[in-house]
Each structure stands twice: as structure tokens, then as C-alpha cells.
């Protein structure tokens, strides 16, 4: 926990009640554990928080004396009004950075943002969600996995991940490397960035320069010895220097804020300071640098996939922003959710998360032992939640976050309930999903790449989701799209519930779990994916299979 943005845990209620409470501590997390929190900035090179300080002490006034009954309305980060509903409806609802179509590129939303009328919630940053690297790591892990499994006979001893970009997303990779038993080298510009992620354990050791990182790793990968292994450096000029040396790893990927030309990719032959200037000095300059720069490293990783690395996108746009500068063929690098994860997506799986508001991290352990006792052939589950205990430490709240799919995230939630019900747990527990969800995302270059359908750029999807939330008694719900480098490029919504131990709490977590994952179900039987169809029959979802 950052000791400037701490998070009051323990009983006592600034709130008029615990739903308040819950989504106040929330706020106060995603800042705490967050990559610059002194600019609101939680993760993604620009995902923020709230709109300004003066539109963050609004909201923590505004939560402390709301009623139950009563709807905050959020635009963008910034409190708008409350509203007088009933204590059955959500008690935030959230619009944030939707701009209209013709209207939604990057120079347009940085106009808005220098005229403060706009900011990018960074999906679950702005939605209150965000629970530091931790929150990607297992959907890194599955994909390393997936990968062992289809290409390595299931195991990484004694291979060779090379990726880049440790911030608050990105600095997941090396735990998630070394916990499926790699050699993994992350390469990052920043070095706050990299002791960040060095002091809470992801990484082992820092490689003064790259002949000593690349034999570190090969000391590694002979001796079969998972490792993590961070290097301070451009990736634009590091991935070609490897391939140049006829290096080539085994699986190789990039997590830079790429998605973002101005605000989150640094190009090569500039020092950040640099950078920082030219972001208002002069941003056409940079964004023509920064997408020079990833036409550099994609070219690398396309030479690495032509020699025989196993070569994913991992969801920041890195390929698009390549071929929008001249590479062809950069989409010859598949994107990780098309090529690993759409079976679970079809089947609703996705990622979960429940955040202990107690600030205890013995109730996190206690709802494990549940998991692991109610769960125990869910093989992902299970594997997961043992190697978590063992090897993610917590930031921040106490939380956890684990592949469940539908029914499963319902019963777990409901259970967690009545043990905050009976005083098994030493507080409220706060449920959320990432907005890669199954029902909650369009990104035609991410999330629905390649659909069955071809329905890869439909944003009714996440729409509906958002309305069957607010409809099914979600404590908060957020329709949000991107901003800076992602605007136009997605949509997506978000839902967060808390569990505080009343029959009320437990209707509200039946109906919207339920409902947020059966929707996610239908959304896959409707573009024909076997694995929806099954499920939807399977679990009794009543989706309307038209001719
Ligand atoms: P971040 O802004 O916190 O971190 C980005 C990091 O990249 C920084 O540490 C920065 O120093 C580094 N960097 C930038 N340019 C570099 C370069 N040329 N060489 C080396 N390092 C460089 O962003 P984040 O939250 O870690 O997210 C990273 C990307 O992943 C974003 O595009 C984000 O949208 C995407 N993302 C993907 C998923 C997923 O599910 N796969 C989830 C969340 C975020």
C-alpha cells in the first residue's frame, strides 16, 4: 500500500452505509496501488481515477453523505448530481469517455481532456476496479499455459519469454513468466517503473545491460531454472539488437502502453524527460516518432515469429499502430484473446475479482479455503488459486483475482456473503470483473478480433450489459470507451457489487452476476461459438436460438 494513498480498513464507517463505504475504499485503492496517483493516474499511460482533485474530494463528500436510495451520477470522472431512486437501484452509474464516432481519435480527446471536459477511466481505473498488476497476472499465466500446452508439451522450464513494458499492466508478465516456470526478460524505459515492480517481488533481478541480461537468461534456460529477469532499455532498440545477435526466444510479446503514441509509448532515441516535454510541445512529432519506433519492434517480432517464436499481441494495439505505418503484415502476430482465451470467453470464463474491505488479508485466505474446498475439479481454479497464495503478494486491499465463469461466480459470491453474514469474515467483501469480459467488451482489435460472425465492431453488446446491470441491482455499473490512443477503438462496461452480509446484498449478487455472465454466454452462442450454444443449454440460459 502506497503510505501517501492509504485505504482504511477495519469496521468503522465514514459512510451511511457499507455500499458507500465499499466503493469509497475503492477509490481510495485503485490510488493507492496506481502507477502516479499525485495526477490521478492509476494505469495505461492515462487511465485516471476521477477528472480532478476537485472532482475526486466531490466524490469521496458526496459517498460519505449519499442515502441508500440515492444515484451518483459520474461523467467522465467528474460527479454530476445525485439523483433520488431506490435502494434497489445502482449507487453510481458511470459514462466515462464516450465520444461520438466521426469524433472519437486521439488529437480530439486531448483537445477535450487540455480543456478538462473529458478523461480516460482506463476501464477499471475510473471505474474503481483496478487492484495493481495482480489484476492481469492470471490471464498472463493462462495464456503462457495455453502456449506450454500447444507448443512446448506443457512446459516452460527452460524457455525463453521475452517482453517489454513493466507498468501497472505489463509488470504482471515476469511473475506470471517465472510462475509458469520460464526464463522471462521484460524490458522497460522507465526505472521507477522497473524498482516498482522489483520491490513487491515480480521481478529477481535487475540486468545492469543487456550482454548481462541475455546471459543471465541463458544461464537460466540451460539450467531448466524459472527466472525474471528486467532490463532498463528501449524496447524499439533491445528487440532488434536481440534478433541482430540471432537470438530467438521462445515466446515473445510486448506490453508498453503502446496503445498510446503521446502518453504511453517512449520512442526510441529520447530520454523521457524528453518526452514528457514534447507531450505538449509538440505532439505531432512524437506520435510520428513513437509509431517509427513500433514499426521498429514489430518488425523485430515479426523476424522472431519468422524464425519460429511463438509471437502474440497482448492487447495494446502495438500491431495496428505498426501497420497504420507501413508494416502489412504486422497482423501475421495474432492477438492473445483470439488465439488463447476465446473458449473460455464463449463459456462466460473470465476474469473475477473480489477485494477485502476489512483490509484483512486472512478473509482473502478464507474465501481460497471455499474455493479450493467447493471447486475442487475446476482444474484453472484450483492451480491457480494455490500458485496466487504462494506466489502473488498482495497490494494495497487484500484481493484475488481467479477465472470463473457462470453460476460459479454467483454461488462464490453468495457464499462470501454469508460468511460476512455470520462474522466468518472480518468485513464486506467488494465483487468486480475486469471489462475483458465475455458480455462487457467490444475491441475489434483486442477483445473481438475475428469473431465467428464477423460482429468483431457491434458496441451493443457492452450497452446491453451495462442496461441488464442497472436492470439486476448492481451496486455500480459503467459504460465506458476509449481515450487517447484507444479512442474509437472500444467500448466496454463495468459492474462492481458489494457483498455485506444482508439478504438484500444477496439478491443484488444473484441477480447481476447471474445476468452479467448469461449475457456474456448469449453474446458467443449468438456468433455462433459450440462452446456458448453447449453452455447456454448446459446451464438453462435462455438464449433464443433464431434460424
Ligand atoms: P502503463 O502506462 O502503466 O505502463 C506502460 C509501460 O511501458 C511503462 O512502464 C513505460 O515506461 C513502458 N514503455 C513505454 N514505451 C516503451 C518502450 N519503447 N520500451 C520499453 N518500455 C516502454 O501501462 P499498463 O497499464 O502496463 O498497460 C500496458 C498496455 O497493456 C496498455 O496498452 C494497456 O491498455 C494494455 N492492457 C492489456 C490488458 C490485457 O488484458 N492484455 C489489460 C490491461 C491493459
Not at 185 to 198: F, Q
Not at 334 to 360: H, K, N, Q, V, Y
Not at 519 to 541: C, P, Q
Request: aromatic share 6%.
Amino acid at each position: 500500500m502506497n503510505p501517501r494513498f492509504p485505504v482504511p480498513g477495519g469496521p468503522t464507517l465514514r459512510c451511511k452505509g457499507w455500499r458507500q463505504e465499499a466503493l469509497l475504499r475503492l477509490m481510495e485503492n485503485v490510488l493507492s496501488v496506481g502507477e502516479n496517483p499525485d495526477q490521478l493516474i492509476v494505469y495505461a499511460a492515462l487511465g485516471k481515477a476521477a477528472r480532478s482533485w476537485a472532482a475526486h474530494d466531490a466524490i469521496v463528500e458526496t459517498l460519505k453523505t449519499m442515502e441508500e436510495d440515492e444515484t451518483l451520477i459520474i461523467q467522465s470522472g467528474k460527479p454530476i448530481g445525485v439523483l433520488k431512486t431506490h435502494a434497489a437501484a445502482p449507487l453510481v452509474i458511470m459514462a466515462n469517455c464516450n465520444i461520438v464516432g466521426q469524433w472519437a481519435k486521439a488529437e480530439y480527446f486531448y483537445d477535450l481532456q487540455e480543456k478538462g471536459l473529458i478523461c480516460w477511466g482506463g476501464l477499471t481505473a475510473g471505474a474503481w476496479q483496478y487492484i495493481g498488476s495482480q489484476g492481469v497476472i492470471q490471464g498472463t499465466y493462462e495464456i503462457f499455459s495455453r502456449i506450454a500446452e500447444k507448443h512446448f508439451d506443457g512446459d516452460l522450464h527452460g524457455r525463453f519469454i521475452l517482453t517489454a513494458g513493466l507498468g501497472g499492466m505489463g509488470g504482471s508478465q515476469p511473475l506470471a513468466g517465472r510462475m509458469a516456470n520460464a526464463a522471462i526478460l521484460g524490458v522497460d524505459i522507465d526505472p521507477e517503473r522497473v524498482a516498482k515492480r522489483k520491490a513487491i517481488g515480480y521481478i529477481d533481478t535487475v540486468a545492469p545491460d543487456l550482454d548481462s541480461a541475455l546471459a543471465m537468461i541463458d544461464a537460466a534456460v540451460k539450467a531448466r531454472k524459472p527466472a525474471s529477469i528486467a532490463l532498463v532499455g528501449n524496447a524499439a532498440d533491445i528487440y532488434p539488437e536481440i534478433a541482430r545477435r540471432g537470438i530467438v526466444p521462445d515466446i515473445v510479446t510486448d506490453q508498453t502502453a503502446a496503445h498510446d503514441l503521446v502518453y504511453g509509448y517512449v520512442p526510441a532515441g529520447f530520454t523521457l524527460e524528453e518526452v514528457r516535454a514534447m507531450r505538449t510541445s509538440d505532439t505531432a512529432r512524437l506520435m510520428a516518432e513513437s509509431r517509427k519506433s513500433i514499426v521498429t519492434q514489430v518488425r523485430a517480432m515479426l523476424e522472431f515469429q519468422q524464425k519460429g517464436a511463438v509471437v502474440f499481441d497482448n492487447g495494446n494495439l502495438i500491431r495496428t499502430h505498426a501497420r497504420d505505418g507501413g508494416v502489412e503484415n504486422a497482423f501475421d502476430i495474432p492477438i492473445f484473446t483470439e488465439a488463447w482465451l476465446r473458449p473460455l470467453f464463449s463459456r462466460a470464463i473470465g476474469p473475477f475479482r473480489w477485494m477485502a474491505l476489512s483490509g484483512d488479508p486472512e478473509d482473502i485466505r478464507k474465501i481460497d479455503d471455499l474455493v479450493l474446498r467447493d471447486y475442487p475439479d475446476n482444474r484453472i481454479v484450483t492451480n491457480w488459486i494455490r500458485l496466487a497464495r504462494e506466489n502473488v503478494p498482495f497490494e494495497g486491499l487484500p484481493a484475488r483475482i481467479a477465472w470463473l465463469g457462470h453460476g460459479v461466480r454467483t454461488e462464490v459470491a453468495r457464499a462470501v456473503n454469508r460468511m460476512v453474514a455470520s462474522g466468518e469474515l472480518k468485513g464486506p467483501v467488494a465483487f468486480s470483473r475486469d471489462h475483458l469480459d465475455a458480455g462487457a467488451m467490444a475491441h475489434p482489435n483486442i477483445m473481438t478480433e475475428n469473431m465467428k460472425d464477423g460482429s468483431d465492431a457491434i458496441a451493443d453488446w457492452p450497452l446491453l450489459n451495462a442496461m441488464t446491470l442497472c436492470s439486476s441491482m448492481a451496486d455500480l455499473v459503467v459504460i465506458h470507451s476509449g481515450g487517447g490512443g484507444y479512442a474509437g477503438y472500444m467500448t466496454s462496461s463495468g459492474v462492481t457489487l458489494v457483498a455485506d452480509g444482508t439478504p438484500e446484498a444477496d439478491l443484488r449478487l444473484k441477480n447481476a452476476l447471474t445476468n452479467d455472465t448469461s449475457l456474456g454466454v448469449m453474446r458467443y452462442a449468438d456468433a455462433g461459438y459450440e462452446e456458448a450454444l453447449e453452455e447456454a443449454e448446459l446451464k438453462g440460459i435462455r438464449h433464443l436460438k433464431l434460424a
